[in-house]
């Protein structure tokens, strides 16, 4: 990891590690959970967090964050963002985001602790690279940040019924 990006990660951890912070997605997290729980064919489901939770330090080219709850026992598929890097920490629970080399999927295990180190518990993915999340026995919450603003977060995933085709979505209108 160049020391650029590590930098903001470890001002992103310090930040969620804050009281006030956690509170926050805490109160975020139930909500969430119940979305998932609502729709039993979701592999995944999110909020949007308002970055005012982050107060004043955020640094400048995170522009949206996100709660994610992914369900236990699933992989939620590749996924990349043509318009955003993707800076993601585990928040409760564990799992592995597998990033594609462009040979095969690289296995990237995180967990959750606020006091483990950056690399235990945090990964960094740039804009267009194909990503997944492999998520054990258990639901794995994650905290998303990313360079674009919410309406404008762009998710592509292949056609399931034609892997030539991408389809692209936005997590929020």
Same mark, same amino acid.
């Given at each position: +990891?160049h020391s650029?990006?590590?930098?903001?990660?470890?001002?992103?951890?310090a930040i969620? /590690?804050?009281? &006030?912070?956690?509170?926050?997605?805490?109160?975020?997290? *139930?909500?969430?959970?119940?979305?998932?729980?609502?729709?039993?064919?979701?592999?995944?489901?999110?909020?949007?967090?308002?970055? %005012?939770?982050? %107060?004043?330090?955020? *640094?400048?080219?995170?522009? &949206? &964050?996100?709660?994610? @709850?992914?369900?236990?026992?699933? =992989?939620?598929?590749?996924?990349?963002? *043509?318009?955003?890097?993707?800076? +993601? +920490?585990?928040?409760?629970?564990? %799992?592995?985001?597998?990033?594609?080399?462009?040979?095969?999927?690289? &296995?990237?295990?995180? #967990? =959750?602790?606020?006091?483990?180190?950056?690399?235990?518990?945090?990964?960094? @993915?740039?804009?267009?690279?194909?990503?997944?999340?492999? @998520?054990?026995?258990?639901?794995?919450?994650?905290?998303?940040?990313?360079? @674009?603003?919410?309406? #404008?977060?762009?998710?592509?995933?292949?056609?399931?019924?034609?892997?030539?085709?991408? /389809?692209? /979505? /936005?997590?929020?209108?």
């Amino acid at each position: +990891m160049h020391s650029k990006e590590l930098k903001i990660l470890v001002v992103l951890d310090a930040i969620v /590690r804050q009281e &006030s912070v956690r509170a926050t997605i805490d109160s975020i997290v *139930p909500r969430v959970e119940q979305k998932l729980t609502q729709d039993s064919k979701a592999s995944l489901a999110w909020e949007a967090v308002p970055l %005012g939770t982050y %107060g004043k330090k955020l *640094p400048d080219v995170i522009r &949206s &964050s996100w709660v994610f @709850v992914l369900r236990a026992r699933t =992989s939620t598929g590749a996924e990349r963002h *043509p318009n955003s890097h993707q800076r +993601m +920490m585990s928040y409760k629970g564990r %799992g592995d985001l597998q990033i594609w080399n462009g040979n095969e999927w690289s &296995s990237n295990l995180l #967990e =959750s602790g606020l006091h483990l180190e950056i690399e235990k518990k945090w990964l960094s @993915v740039p804009p267009n690279v194909w990503h997944q999340a492999v @998520v054990p026995e258990t639901n794995w919450t994650v905290i998303s940040f990313h360079t @674009v603003p919410e309406n #404008e977060l762009v998710e592509e995933r292949t056609d399931p019924a034609d892997s030539r085709l991408i /389809r692209q /979505r /936005r997590y929020s209108p």
